[in-house]
């Protein structure tokens, strides 16, 4: 099984990046896929998972900015991140899992991280 999340980068604040989580090993269509995201000195966080169903769901701090998909066809799940702002700057981390769950525990495999940095 493997998660290789990509796509991160220094943008400036206000701007957008789309990162990807392209999978192999497992079955896309079958699992829950989530992003997390980890600041500096900090624990890492739910930001967003895809449904199996085809719905999602956002933390808080992200909805209306941040959009979660996936591409069957592709195997790769993508996080659209728009109206970026300082304090989204993290390692974002990509994870599969048997349940919509917004705790770390509760996935099975996880990616690397990539690595997001607003600022001007």
């Known amino acids: 099984v493997q998660l290789q999340a990509s796509g991160g980068g220094l943008v400036q604040p206000g701007g957008s990046l789309r990162l990807s989580c392209t999978v192999s090993g497992f079955t896309l269509r079958l699992y829950f896929m989530s992003w997390f995201r980890q600041a500096p000195g900090q624990e890492r966080d739910f930001v967003a998972v895809?449904?199996?169903?085809?719905?999602?769901d956002y933390a808080d701090s992200v909805t209306g900015r941040f959009t979660i998909s996936r591409d069957t066809n592709e195997n790769t799940v993508y996080l659209h991140l728009s109206s970026l702002k300082p304090e989204d700057t993290a390692l974002y981390y990509c994870a599969a899992g048997p349940t919509p769950s917004t705790t770390i525990s509760a996935y099975w495999y996880w990616g690397q991280g990539t690595l997001v940095t607003v600022s001007s």
């Open positions: 895809s449904r199996v169903s085809g719905g999602a």
